[in-house]
């Protein structure tokens, strides 16, 4: 098992990263908040705007480049986050969160409060702690961390769908895709491989033999292969995804491993009446519903889906997908 050091350490120049677009435009007001704050609190912010996702990744290895800054700091939401982290993961250069978007389920996870008053506080105090993070590759080479969660089922385009809805308060513009996409989206035929696969803790006795008819016992050694049509196939190093929708419930990113939660069709009366429990992370009692825990894992699609991690579209299946134990490193508030 890796170590996953935790512990205070300084922060007097940081580095911080806005787009000044996220959550439809705020990210400029908190920005200008935080910036305030932390100067108050005698820490040096030097502020840097990224108009795109290049210009993101370019200022932040700039940022790392320059041995002056203590941290790197993100005012924005989860896709700027998962930007960050192409750049700064296994650096050992701790992130720092102000959260600017409309799900903001970093954040959430990791206990940061979304006030930028409160934000730049947590920073200035400089608690940092060690995760996992996911990495996704496709079979051309191309790779890609993410921190939250992969989805590569129909899930991928309700996340297309709703981050279209400025309409829409952000914590409900998910599950409004959500919905839209139970009546409309078909299954696809999934072939996964799970290397280092272990059953997910606490599972009922029904949900239990209900994996086991499915896809039959995970070997001596820890490999599964799941061969059958799905809706959903999403990989959690945490929690929650969609503004606060718990997708992976036992989801930890301290155990070196990631969570598979796969949903299959049924009769669309049975999914609306579960919708609220699969949302919420009460997934027991759903009949059409399993999960796994693994080291990594092979995900082969028959039509084309598109995984997205962090909310970010990535590649195209087929995909392989692992975790890198201790390989990020957040600031956060103390325990």
Request: with cysteine; glycine share 10%; net charge negative.
């Amino acid at each position: 098992m890796p170590d996953y050091p935790i512990g205070y350490e300084p922060i007097g120049t940081v580095a911080l990263l806005t787009n000044p677009r996220s959550g439809y435009g705020s990210a400029r007001h908190t920005t200008d908040v935080a910036l305030q704050r932390l100067q108050r609190r005698g820490v040096e912010a030097i502020a840097f705007n990224a108009a795109s996702a290049a210009d993101t990744g370019r200022l932040i290895q700039r940022a790392l480049d320059d041995l002056d800054f203590d941290a790197i700091v993100v005012c924005g939401g989860d896709g700027m986050i998962n930007r960050a982290l192409q750049e700064s993961a296994t650096t050992g250069i701790p992130l720092g969160i102000i959260p600017a978007g409309s799900g903001n389920d970093t954040a959430r996870h990791l206990r940061i409060p979304f006030d930028p008053v409160m934000a730049a506080d947590v920073i200035a105090e400089g608690f940092v702690t060690t995760t996992d993070l996911g990495l996704v590759s496709n079979d051309a080479g191309e790779q890609a961390y993410f921190g939250s969660v992969l989805s590569c089922g129909v899930d991928s385009y309700m996340a297309e769908r709703a981050s279209n809805m400025s309409w829409a308060p952000g914590p409900n513009k998910f599950t409004l895709a959500f919905m839209q996409g139970l009546l409309k989206m078909k299954p696809n035929r999934y072939h996964i491989e799970l290397r280092g696969a272990q059953e997910i803790p606490h599972l009922s006795e029904e949900a239990r033999q209900r994996r086991l008819d499915l896809d039959g016992p995970i070997s001596p050694e820890g490999l599964l292969t799941i061969d059958r049509d799905l809706l959903i196939a999403t990989v959690g190093n945490t929690r929650m995804y969609g503004g606060g929708r718990t997708i992976c419930p036992r989801a930890d990113h301290h155990d070196g491993l990631l969570d598979l939660t796969m949903t299959q069709l049924v009769a669309l009366h049975k999914q609306i009446r579960m919708v609220n429990e699969f949302l919420n992370g009460d997934h027991n009692p759903i009949s059409w519903l399993t999960s796994y825990r693994f080291r990594e894992a092979r995900i082969e699609v028959d039509l084309g889906v598109q995984a997205h991690g962090d909310g970010e579209p990535l590649f195209y299946a087929p995909i392989n997908v692992k975790c890198v134990p201790a390989a990020g490193r957040y600031i956060v508030p103390a325990p």
